[in-house]
């Protein structure tokens, strides 16, 4: 294990903020991650978890350790007539291991493909797209608990999964990720419930087929970070309850809306910034993207504060037009390297 001082992370997170560290170790085994963290102890730092930074917002110079997931490996550990159990290193590229398991007919992913990022981070905000939550792969989480002290693992059904939630966010601190564990099909039961899915899978249905839809409407809507840096669907699609919903819906009847299992309503993010005129639109280096106003994208060489200003501005428009308070998605950091309300 060796500590660097004063490490540029610009490359290392997808909007390409400039954030300086001053202090980085990466990991490569899970008994690293003990001496990382009795290094930061000792040298009296906060912990900083970095995986593949496409959805976090850091600050110009971070005082801490940010510890660098690198842990790879994906091991079948058990299987029967219908599923195939496998553990994955937290540090294996996502993308990677979808495709991977779509190669050994290993089904439930697919939907998934091509989202940036780690396996160790899939369960944190237990990621989603087109109608499919890794949450419903995930048998266990293997853990380092910074508060008991020990490595553990964690169940599913103990993970508190929902909507871009998960146990992880709510005790941000606590625990070091360093695998997970997904329970796959042998047979596919393809989920095509997402509009443009349906409509693009007219061909022969296969898992195969479904990927490789998934990819390409992917990259036909979503901007490639290393174009036009970015950290994905930058708010989180608002929930509201029905009366809430009922009443914007009567100013704005063609609001694209998503009924929810519990009568709540999930309405599109994307919508109303674009409503709110901020679809294409710019203040001075970040902008929202012209082709998806959900994206919030560094036109160059912006900071934090630049990215802030543009976020809030964003927020006060759609609130002045809708009453709605928009949710930022990615994590953001102090200095001290701990996880900050947005807002503050
Ligand atoms: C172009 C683009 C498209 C995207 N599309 C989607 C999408 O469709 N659906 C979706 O859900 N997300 C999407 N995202 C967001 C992002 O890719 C996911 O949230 C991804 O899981 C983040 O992984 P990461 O490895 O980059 O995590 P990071 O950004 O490095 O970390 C995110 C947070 O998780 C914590 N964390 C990460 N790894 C660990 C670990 N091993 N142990 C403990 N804590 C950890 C970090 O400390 C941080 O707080 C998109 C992003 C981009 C740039």
Redesign the pocket.
């Known amino acids: 294990m060796h500590v660097q001082t004063q490490v540029q992370l610009k490359n290392l997170?997808?909007l390409n903020l400039s954030a300086i560290a001053s202090h980085y170790v990466k990991i490569n085994q899970p008994s690293d991650a003990i001496e990382a963290l009795a290094f930061a102890k000792k040298n009296d730092l906060n912990v900083?978890?970095?995986?593949?930074?496409?959805?976090?917002l850091l600050p110009e110079h971070i005082h801490a350790l940010v510890i660098h997931?690198n842990i790879q490996g994906i091991d079948r550990i058990d299987e029967d007539e219908n599923t195939v159990t496998v553990k994955v290193g937290?540090g294996q590229v996502?993308h990677d291991f979808v495709l991977y398991s779509t190669q050994q007919h290993w089904y439930g992913l697919q939907n998934l493909a091509l989202?940036?990022?780690?396996v160790?981070?899939?369960p944190?905000?237990n990621?989603?797209?087109y109608g499919v939550e890794v949450g419903e792969f995930i048998e266990s989480v293997q853990v380092y608990d910074r508060e008991l002290q020990q490595f553990s693992s964690i169940l599913s059904q103990d993970c508190n999964f929902a909507y871009?939630h998960s146990r992880?966010k709510e005790e941000?601190n606590r625990?070091?990720?360093?695998s997970v564990t997904f329970k796959l099909l042998k047979k596919a039961a393809l989920k095509l419930s997402y509009g443009d899915l349906q409509q693009a899978m007219a061909d022969e249905l296969t898992a195969e087929n479904l990927q490789n839809k998934v990819i390409q409407i992917r990259q036909s809507k979503?901007?490639?970070?290393k174009d036009f840096p970015?950290?994905?669907?930058f708010f989180k699609n608002p929930i509201l309850t029905q009366a809430a919903f009922d009443k914007i819906s009567q100013q704005f009847p063609n609001t694209p809306h998503y009924p929810q299992a519990n009568s709540d309503v999930k309405v599109a993010a994307g919508w109303l910034i674009d409503q709110a005129g901020w679809k294409g639109k710019q203040l001075g280096t970040v902008g929202m993207f012209h082709k998806q106003a959900l994206?919030l994208v560094n036109y160059a060489d912006a900071t934090l504060a630049d990215v802030k200003k543009t976020y809030q501005a964003v927020q006060f428009d759609v609130k002045q037009k809708f009453s709605i308070q928009l949710e930022p998605?990615?994590?953001l950091y102090s200095e001290q390297g701990l996880?900050q309300a947005h807002g503050d």
């Open positions: 997170n997808t900083l978890i970095l995986s593949g930074g496409s959805n976090l997931l937290a996502w989202i940036p990022g780690l160790g981070a899939s944190v905000q990621i989603g797209a871009r992880f941000p625990y070091i990720i360093l979503l901007p490639n970070p970015n950290v994905g669907s994206v998605e990615p994590v996880i």
